[in-house]
Nanobody, 121 residues
Framework: QVQLVESGGGLVQPGGSLRLSCVAS????????MGWYRQAPGKQRELVAT???????NYADSVKGRFTISRDNAKTTVSLQMNSLEPEDTAVYYC???????????????WGQGTQVTVSS
């Protein structure tokens, strides 16, 4: 089994910063892309940012220039540095990873339990 554990959420004032981290562990042969998604109350889950094994990043237009996604050399940890936070960034943030558990399997999506980010004065 594969586990994704997030940390770093919390309450911050508008204009502030937070850093989210996610560590993958368990039966892992290889992790392909990793990323962050978010879901605000009453809305669908949406992509925030992704990063491939090779370091190629992709961002939602709403966070470009404010958020930075990164991945460690061991390729099992992904972080999201969030600056200039806005009330509209308030949501539960979920870590996602496309994981192969063996050479014989295709990648499957795994999700963390989510961490709450609240931007409010």
């Amino acid at each position: 089994q594969v586990q994704l554990v997030e940390s770093g959420g919390g309450l911050v004032q508008p204009g502030g910063s937070l850093r989210l981290s996610c560590v993958a562990s368990g039966m892992i042969f290889r992790i392909n892309a990793m990323g962050w998604y978010r879901q605000a109350p009453g809305k669908q889950r949406e992509l925030v940012a992704t990063v491939t094994t090779g370091g190629t990043t992709n961002y939602a237009d709403s966070v470009k220039g404010r958020f930075t996604i990164s991945r460690d050399n061991a390729k099992t940890t992904v972080s999201l540095q969030m600056n200039s936070l806005e009330p509209e960034d308030t949501a539960v943030y979920y870590c996602n990873a496309a994981v192969r558990i063996s050479t014989a399997t295709m990648p499957s999506d795994y999700w963390g339990q989510g961490t709450q980010v609240t931007v409010s004065s």
